[in-house]
């Protein structure tokens, strides 16, 4: 089956965060459990306490990290599309569902005196479902042999690979390290190397580096406000803008502070997210005489922000695009008619924390 990537699932990636962990002690059974079935990924929310009212004053959300801490995450991108296209004398459909499930530890390498610091990220386990059509994807990482290691190149390239972020400690993700070993691997795996132009090959790694890599570290570490916040509270992140071609998207994360609440003896911002877009056609699309409808852009979701630890707890978020163009296509009379494309496309995110290693204590869901 051909491998496909999502078009205009990237503004739904915006919107995800990372998730949390359980941190109930030492337990050797929940961490077994985990290990048993580590791609069995929980959307449901985290269990809090109250948080009396004297303690709710406005604080200051940072990462707050020391050299040698370590996580095991596992993040879950699960998205559906539907494609439809109308011309005047036929009509076709195209269906696609992808569920992404990875397994990656977090190294913290360094931290200067401002915060700052560098993280090490390395995928340990993936698993790969997809649907195109009638086309079905089976991938998971700890069970494939030999041949369809090969077959599975873009997931297998991404494995027990580590590559370096340096993070500001409002979650700005400042500079990328080591991240070649996986782009250069995936292009050699790919048979694309000799075919593709110098010009074409620096494509291919941009996508790999702004889709793949950047994303993934964007789960781990979400940027935070600059200022201190407290219950009510309002902000906004900006977002790299989206080209699709005929237009260009410009995600904006909004957030709220819902609530300070309990979390064994932790403090834990509840905080409520949306996605807001604003879209620009193309000068492309206008002159070519593409018509191009408002995207419908929608999202929301719950994180949770562990305060006392510097780190998010969980989040699950939801994101929703709708888009619809027509196009002029020659008739075979001579004449021009008009193509229609709808897309639409739903994402699941979710990250969750499974183990913390801060001291050669662990902490487990």
């Not at 599975?152 to 070993?181: I, M, S, T």
């Not at 996986?182 to 110098?198: A, C, Y």
């Not at 018509?291 to 994101?319: A, Q």
């Not at 709808?342 to 994402?347: F, G, I, R």
């Amino acid at each position: 089956m051909k491998r496909y990537y999502w078009t205009i699932l990237a503004a739904a990636i915006a919107l995800t965060a990372i998730a949390g962990c359980d941190e109930g002690g030492d337990d050797g059974d929940e961490i077994a459990a985990w290990k048993k079935a580590p791609f069995a990924y929980d959307t449901t929310t985290i269990a809090t306490d109250t948080l009396p009212d004297a303690e709710k004053g406005a604080r200051k959300l940072s990462y707050t990290f020391t050299k040698g801490e370590n996580f095991t995450y596992r993040y879950t991108s699960s998205a559906r599309e539907t494609q439809t296209i109308k011309a005047p004398d036929t009509t076709m459909t195209q269906t696609g569902a992808e569920t992404r499930v990875y397994v990656i530890k977090t190294t913290i390498q360094e931290v200067e005196s401002d915060g700052t610091f560098e993280a090490e990220l390395e995928v340990l386990m993936a698993k790969v479902e997809a649907v195109l059509n009638d086309e079905t994807v089976s991938y998971v990482s700890t069970e494939v042999d030999s041949a369809e290691r090969e077959e599975y190149w873009e997931y297998e390239a991404l494995l027990n690979k580590p590559f370096n972020v340096r993070v500001r400690p409002d979650g700005d993700l400042v500079d990328f390290f080591r991240a070649d070993r996986i782009v250069n691997d995936m292009i050699e795996r790919s048979g694309l190397k000799d075919s593709l132009s110098v010009e074409q090959l620096e494509m291919f790694r941009m996508d790999i580096m702004e889709n793949v890599i950047r994303p993934m570290a964007s789960q781990i570490f979400r940027g935070l406000p600059e200022e201190e916040v407290g219950v009510d509270s309002a902000w906004t992140i900006p977002q790299p803008p989206i080209d699709l071609q005929i237009l260009r998207m410009k995600p904006t994360h909004t957030f709220a502070l819902e609530d300070f609440v309990k979390k064994g003896d932790d403090i834990v911002a509840r905080i409520e997210g949306s996605l807001e877009n604003e879209t620009t056609v193309s000068d492309m699309a206008r002159q070519s005489g593409i018509n191009v409808k408002d995207p419908v852009v929608t999202g929301g979701g719950s994180l949770f922000f562990n305060v006392s630890k510097g780190r998010y707890e969980k989040s699950v978020t939801r994101t929703s695009i709708e888009l619809e163009f027509s196009a002029p296509i020659p008739t075979r009379g001579g004449g021009v008619a008009r193509m229609t494309r709808t897309q639409s496309s739903t994402t699941l995110s979710v990250l969750e924390l499974l183990e913390a290693n801060a001291s050669g204590e662990e902490e487990a869901k």
